[in-house]
């Protein structure tokens, strides 16, 4: 019975550190990320420039995205993604305090969900899984 009481506290501490890391800001709402994003495009600096070695893309790149109201989005990066294309499309929404998409090409075309955390002077962006998709800085937002 000890050993499940620590077991079940120490989950809960876990899941606490996951719900919220005031370390990388403050997590946006559903709300807020589609009024954020709605066409409008979006630099990505690479995670390797940010000692983030938790990314989910390797190497040097900058990544740009523009998120249309339609729902459809248009990437272009400064090199090959994952699916061997510089450049790709896919769709976006929201879903609760996510925002998902699925790209044609990039991400071995999986559906993939995201949460945006306001920086002073950037964006974090990260998979649900985790890892890093990349940081915005908020004057590279057009």
Known sequence: MKKFIILWLSL?????????????????????????ISNKMFAFTDAANHNDVSSTFSGSYTLYLVFFNDGKLSGMSTSDMRGGRSG?????WIKGDLQCGQYDHWLDQKEFCVTWREMP??????FTTGKLSGIIPKDRIQ
């Not at 403050?26 to 954020?36: D, S, V, Y």
């Not at 002077?121 to 990260?126: A, D, E, F, L, P």
């Open 12 to 36: 809960c501490f876990t899941l606490a550190a996951f719900a919220d890391n005031p370390n990388e800001g403050t997590q946006l709402t559903g709300a807020q990320i589609k009024t954020l």
């Open 88 to 92: 790709d499309t896919g769709r976006w």
């Open 121 to 126: 002077t950037n964006y974090i962006v990260r």
